[in-house]
Every structure is written in C-alpha cells, then in structure tokens.
DNA sequence: GAGTGGTCTAGACCACAAT
DNA sequence: TTGTGGTCTAGACCACTCC
C-alpha cells in the first residue's frame, strides 16, 4: 500500500518546510522541476502543491512561483489541529508522555455517549503533553475498541492519539464543548497549576463511518492555553 | 472572460442543490455523465467534484457515487450570534441590564489592540445578560467612535450592542480568544458565582471597513455557559 | 523571451460497491 | 460484470511576471 503520487510530494513539501529548508516567503520549486525529480506528470505535482496552497501551508502567484505561506496562528475550532503541530507551529519543542494504556470498562456517562452498553469494553489512554517541558494539556481519551483496534499497541510518543486516530478511521464528524472548569484531580497533578488556576477543558466525541468512535477530554491551564481563531 | 469549466460545473452544481434538485443523501449525476453533458474531459469535472466534496457540500464514495451531504450548522463560534438569540434559541427569557454607558480613554492595551493613539476617546458599555433571572454574561465593550457615532444612544436593555454593531458597521472580520479565567471583580460582582467557580473568558474584536471597530470580553459562569459546535 | 502557474484533454489502470 | 470514484500520464494552450 504505497501512498499515493502526490501524498509523496506534499510530505516532501511539508518535511523541507519543517526543516526549515525554504522558510517563510521563500519559493519552492516549480512544478516542472518537482515534476522531474519525483518522475511524475506535471499534473500531479500541480494536485499536490494546489492542496497545500488550499491549507494555505504555500501561497501561488501566477507567473513568479509558489512561496511558504506565513505561518497562520489559528487553532480554528472547526478544524482542530493535533496538540503536536499547534506546539510545532509556535516553534515549541512537544513531548508526550503516556500516564496510562489500556482497557476500562464504559460508565453511565460514557455508555451514552458512545452508544455502547454498559461496562463495554473501551480503550483508555491518558497522556500529558508538553510544551519545552512545561505540561499544556492532560489528554485523556476512550476509543471504540472496534473503530481502531491496533489502539493499544501504538507508541503515543511519538504519534499523539489524535493523529493515529485520524489515519485508521476517517473522521467524519465531531462535536466538541468547550468550558471553564476547576481542575480535576489528575489535571491538577498532571497540569503543574498555580493555586486558583482554572482549566480550559475541551471536551471532543468524534464519529466514524456513521458511529461515535471516541470521546476526548481535553485539559489545559487556564493561564497558558487560549483557544484563538478568526473569520 | 468566461469562467473555468470546472466552475461552470460547481455553480451547476450548487444551484441544482439550492433548487432542491437533489436533497440531502441523494446521489448526482457520474462524472463520466456530467462530463458528456458539459462535453469536458473527466478530470475537468472531477476537479469541480472534488472541491465540493472538499468544502463538505458533496460527500463521495468510491464504487457507489456522490452525494449531497448533510447541511452542516455553524459552530456557535464561528457566526457571532447575539447572546439574546442564544438564549432564545433554548426557549429561555433574555434580560439585559445596562451597567454603565459612557466614554473612556484609552488605556495602554486597549489603543494597541484598537489602533488608536492612547487617551484617545472610545464609547464603553458594561451589561449583565440574564437567562431567567440568572446571569450568564458580563459583556464589556470598547468601540471606536467613528465606527458607531450613535452608541451612546442606544437603549440596550432593548437591542444588545452586538445587534446594534452589526446594523450599523457591517462586519469584515473578526479575531476571538477563549480563556478560563478566575473571574475579574466585576464578574464576580455581576455574575453571582460560587466560590472558585472559574469564567469562560470569550475576547473579541472586531474590524470594519478594514479598521478595527471594537474590542469586547463576554465573561461567563464556568457552571453554566459552555461553547459548543461541531463539524 | 523564458519561466511560472492555471486550466484542460483524452486517454489509462486501479480499488471498490452494487448487482 | 458494470459502474463508480481515485489516481495518473504526457502532452497542450494560455495569462502572467520577470528580465
């Protein structure tokens, strides 16, 4: 299952970015030139380099060439970006760390919302992520054992939930809620919190194929985690 | 200057849509069909295909056709819905309460964020929103003066300054930011907390005509006001 | 004039779904 | 087996920018 011609373009694109190969109002190369180094048609380089520009990762300009997009610092909610990359885009180094993996069985609360029965059987996961060392967000997470059934065996280290998500089932919507909160017991040792200090608490169900595939809550200190967006 | 093909096809598309031509769920024409019937190649209609199904108002499923997706709802966020169609949207009475109305200079934080000079005059108003009875918002609000001259005059117990801004500076743009915050003393004054009950700080400002027009922050209960949307 | 992106063609092979 | 969308090719012409 190699992944498809202009999947292989875009990665190259988005990993020179990262690397800071061309930074931010350079250009990238032309189409005829990735075309011949990847030995593809025009056309699917223009499919890949279009789609970034879509994202806005690369802006066009007729006759002078594609550039790197200024970087946009936006966690829309409607098009919430994993922890990783939102940490990526500032420039901050992102660690996670896993605090538990495996199996629970579902409660009242979480039956209903994942339509399961009670005591069904649901993955667990809960992992802390950092920002250059400091904790910005305790993420907890229960997955339809049947929408993603490698869940327990992935090294969340180094692929965030969200993301491993994202690749075994499509999402196809998703409900999110977003509240003030006093922190919970595991956010409070988990978060590193000033005394007083409120969390942001973004609670996200997630449906695939039609069927609620997981539930996520996620924990960040009120006095270093904003949600911002515009439109 | 005609338009592309492919954006011939989109409109088609959109306005067989909007016609009710094909409702939700149902199935368009093929691509190979649509492309004999706008007499293009298939790729011309698959890229017209492809963006609607980009932009969600197609859905597409390899090996049995595309359909008219389900119409999505705005996020509560994304739209700046006033607080009194909120309320009234959950079969709640809206209560609105003037506070104070008047003119401030600008402090330092305030004239950066507006673009104006500091000690430079702006209109203030500061309202508690009550949903039977209760309250569930403190709305502060800074505007420029010559984006709204008549603010001063207005009854706001009757049409809330968000409703008025609309009316009278047609929105371009707006930036947001959600924060959970221990209250500030007015919100603890105005919004009848319990003790460490945190506010969901929604800060907003807003441009105009490509200047800024006015800056708000909407402080909330944590215990009983949450944002909420999907996608 | 040379190089860039914007659009389009007329095919092709494939994976997948319905039958 | 037929029809669907997913991807790709190897060209082409055009509008535009830069030199």
């Known amino acids: 299952m190699a992944a498809p011609a202009y999947q292989r373009i875009k990665d190259f694109l988005l990993d020179g970015i990262a690397a800071g190969e061309w930074r931010e109002g350079e250009r990238i190369p032309s189409e005829p030139e990735l075309a011949r180094r990847f030995r593809v ?54 660690r996670a760390e896993v605090l538990a993996l495996g199996a629970v069985k579902a409660g009242e609360a979480l039956a209903a ?6 005591g069904a059987r649901l993955f667990h996961s809960l992992l802390v992520h950092r920002e250059d060392g400091r904790p910005i967000q305790l993420e907890e997470r229960w997955v339809v054992p049947a929408a993603a059934p490698g869940y327990l065996d992935q090294d969340f280290t180094a692929v965030t939930p969200s993301e ?43 449906f695939s194929g039609g069927a609620a595939a997981s539930v996520a809550e996620l924990w960040h200190p009120g006095s270093r985690y904003r949600l911002t967006g515009h439109f």
Chains 1, 2 share one sequence.
Not at 43 to 70: C, H, W
């Open 164 to 206: 491993y998500l994202v690749q075994v089932a499509p999402l196809a919507r998703a409900e999110y809620r977003i509240e003030a909160r006093p922190p919970s017991p595991a956010a409070r040792a988990a978060l590193d919190l000033d005394d007083g200090e409120p969390c942001l608490l973004l609670h996200r169900r997630t």
């Open 113 to 118: 919302e994942l339509a399961v029965r009670r």
């Open 41 to 94: 048609a025009r056309m699917t380089v223009n499919r890949a380099v279009k789609e970034l520009a879509d994202e806005r990762i690369l802006s066009r300009a007729q006759g002078s060439g594609t550039f790197v997009a200024p970087a946009r610092q936006e966690s829309t909610l409607v098009e919430i970006r994993p922890i990783s990359a939102e940490i990526a885009a500032r420039g901050g180094a992102h």
